[in-house]
């Protein structure tokens, strides 16, 4: 994810040449705001609730322990024994 920069005075003459993607918005030389694009937002949002999720965490240790009993088997396992 790539930022982008601009003044405020910049934002104030031309929003829609500055508003893209990440843009943070400064003003007298310091951080006044960030201005994410919808998809960037959604993206964001989801890997905020992804990785603060308990039930993540809880899914994780289950297929660890699943695949040290040998019920499941890692990505790498498999492209080995496909030779890829």
Known sequence: MKENIVSITDLQR???KSLHGVTRIMRHGKTFGFFFD???????REMI???????????????????????YKTLTEIAKKHGT
Request: aromatic share 4%; hydrophobic share 25%; glycine share 4%.
């Open 38 to 44: 919808p998809q960037e937002y959604d993206e964001m």
């Open 49 to 71: 609730e992804m990785l603060t999720s308990r039930s993540l965490d809880q899914r994780e240790e289950l297929v660890n322990r699943e695949i040290k009993k040998g019920k």
């Open 14 to 16: 031309n929003p829609l």
